[in-house]
């Protein structure tokens, strides 16, 4: 195994900072949260990283047993990333620390990288579930090329990839849209107004879905 950093603190917070602390880990893993995905998919979603150091995190994380190696069908050479069970046990912190560090964006950082993808991660960092409604509902957000849906069944939610049959709400917008919403940069109505956010369905179930993420 790679020697590392160690922070000698038998604290397990030092202990998990010494496998995800280090720069660009944790980003490797929101990306693995969102799909599996290949080394150059991975290396093109991290602009800045470095082909050396992207090898160097993937081998670490690996060794730790945070991610797994797959083969990719039909290219003998290619492998598949992505996260283990231990991995994915990183979700809830990870979109804790989204969420906490969605206040800290500013209308300046509109400017920088983003991608359709993040928004998957963004609504699941959104939910209130002290708010979730009480009636069952699909709603089927379209951010820039990409959709995904939230599922409310019996008072509980889950998160769905791709588009859905016959949702109870379409919400379609830019990516980086989608973020200055959560970011609190831009309210839903003046996007609406403007034309920023197209959005379908009866406004009681947009009162439901808004007050859920939050946004009400």
């Not at 030092?14 to 660009?24: D, T």
């Not at 993937?58 to 492998?79: A, C, F, N, W, Y």
Request: charged fraction near 25%.
């Amino acid at each position: 195994m790679s020697v590392r950093r160690d922070y000698g603190q038998f604290c397990g917070l030092a202990a998990g900072l010494n496998i995800i602390g280090e720069r660009w880990t944790l980003l490797i893993v929101r990306e693995l949260l969102v799909a599996p995905m290949r080394f150059n998919n991975l290396l093109d979603n991290l602009p800045g990283i470095g082909p050396n150091l992207l090898t160097d995190r993937l081998r670490m994380l690996t060794e730790h047993e945070v991610i797994e190696q797959l083969p990719v069908e039909g290219d003998s050479r290619g492998k598949m990333y992505r996260l283990t069970a231990l991995g994915e046990q990183l979700r809830a912190p990870v979109l804790s620390l989204a969420r906490w560090g969605m206040g800290f964006l500013r209308e300046g950082d509109a400017k920088k990288t983003v991608r359709d993808e993040w928004g998957f991660l963004a609504l699941q960092a959104m939910i209130d579930h002290d708010r979730i409604p009480d009636v069952d509902e699909t709603y089927e957000f379209r951010v820039g090329d990409h959709s995904f849906a939230i599922e409310v069944r019996g008072g509980a939610v889950s998160f769905v990839p791709g588009s859905v049959p016959l949702p109870d709400l379409t919400i379609a917008c830019a990516a980086d849209t989608f973020v200055r919403i959560g970011a609190r940069l831009l309210s839903p109505f003046d996007a609406i107004v403007t034309g920023a956010v197209k959005v379908d369905g009866d406004p009681e179930v947009i009162h439901r879905c808004t007050r859920m993420l939050g946004l009400s």
